[in-house]
Each structure stands twice: as C-alpha cells, then as structure tokens.
C-alpha cells in the first residue's frame, strides 16, 4: 500500500509539474496575457485563452475561435434554431461560460479565481469542439439527459447519485456526474462525455493524478473512474486503450449489456 501510495504521489507530482512547465504565459500588453494550453481541439489545434483584465475584473476568452473553427470544418452552432446550438448552450450553462455577440466562449473571474476559471474555460472549449463528432441524430438532445433519463428509468437495475465534485492539488474543482453503487462498498464515478479525443486522454488521467490527495483523505482512493460515451469508433479505440490502461473504464453508451455489465447492481 505504501508503494502504490508513493507512486500515485510520484504521478500528481509529475501531473503538477507538467502544468506548470506546458502552460505557456505570454503578455500582449499591459492588460492582456495569453496562454496557451497543452489541451489541443479535435483537429490538432492548441487551445488558446487570452486574458484581459479591466476594472479588477479577469475576461478569459478564445476570441471567437471555437466556433469560427467549427464553421470551418462543417459544423455551424450559431444557428439559434438548430439542435446544435441548443447542445452548445446546455455545455456553456453547465461550465458557467458565456457566448458573446462576437462569438467569443467567455468566463470572467476575481484574480483569486482566475486558475478555476482558466481550467473551466479550457473544459468547455474542449467539450463544444467535440460537437464535431455528433451526428445530426444525436444533435436533437443532450447525451448527458439521455444518459440521465435511461438510468432513471432503469432503476431497478442501477443506484445512482448525481453529482458531486472533488478538489485537486491545484486548488482547483472537477465534477463527477454520477456515482454508481453497484453494491454496499463497491462505488464507481462515472463522467459522461461526447466522444472520445486525445484532449480527453490527456486530462482524465491530469484530473485523476491531481485529485489523489482527496481521494485519499474521503476514503476513496480505491473508488475507480469510468466515463460513459455514445460509442467507440475504430478511430476512437486508441484512446479507449491509453484510458485502460491508467485503469478507467470507457463504456459504450449504444451496448447496453456493456452497460450492465460495468455499471448495474451486483446480484
């Protein structure tokens, strides 16, 4: 146990070190910084916020770019009309963001907040890139209210409680969508998301280093991740095995007896 402590405090280390070294601060002027993050966007592009600050007040943005990139890769969520822009509204609202008439993804913080903010912002920016990969079919609801009301409806077959959230050495907040009692002791977090992506590797496996410590202190260092997505293409299954192997379970969303198996009560 000591070892296996010792190593999980060798990866957060690692996990900390790896943020503070990959984010890159650059001032544009005297009220502006940029930072780019080690987060890249389902075309390959890194994710970039800028910082301005104006009566003691932090705007973090990335100036329209999401979306005018989406645009240039088929998928317009402007259309107030559209499906898409009622999934695109439903991940701003849940991630505290906002839309602005420019187009711009936005969240605005204290200076105390601004870590929190840069790590929710980076989130949902990650989040409304992969409305890349839904089909029109899937455009008409939510995947998380479609997740939500199946496990709803299937009671008798799954315990769950919705929501909670755990602290990271960072400082900074990550939020679990279910937690699945599959007995008395035996608990899964489950997180639901659109697709698979390599942004989506590379910050489970940040997220879960970083939230060791608290974990640890809840008794629930034992208490494993899984995250539920619609399906897992031929494309997506290199990722699906990179989040094996860091032991967190990627459950297809359209195998319902994959389902079962993972994530419903033990007789």
Known sequence: MNKLVTQMDSIARD???????????????DTELRVN?????????????????????????DQ???????????????DKKSHRYKNLEAILMKNNARLET?????GHATRQDVPQTINDLTQTLIQVSDLIYLSRKNTRSVFLDDVNTYFTVQNKNYSVLRGMSMQGQTKLKYNIDFI???????????????????????????????????RTSHNQE??????IVPDISEEQLV???????????????????????KLAIKA
């Open 102 to 106: 420019n187009g711009a993804i936005v």
């Open 15 to 29: 996990w900390l070190s790896f943020i503070k070294k990959s984010h890159e601060f650059k001032m544009v002027s």
């Open 222 to 227: 034992n208490v494993p991740l899984s995250i």
């Open 180 to 214: 699945f009692n599959r007995t008395v002791t035996e608990r899964k977090f489950v997180n639901v998301y659109n697709s698979l992506s390599k942004s989506l590797v590379e910050q489970l496996i940040g997220i879960w280093a970083d939230t060791i410590n608290y």
């Open 239 to 261: 990722f699906a095995q990179s989040l094996s192997a860091h032991k967190i379970d990627v459950v297809p969303f359209n195998d319902k007896e994959h389902v079962l198996q």
């Open 37 to 61: 993050t080690p987060f890249t966007d389902p075309f390959g592009d890194s994710i970039s916020l800028l910082i301005v600050l104006s009566n003691d007040i932090y705007t973090i943005s």
């Open 64 to 78: 329209g770019y999401t979306l005018w990139n989406l645009k240039m890769h088929g998928v317009d969520l402007t």
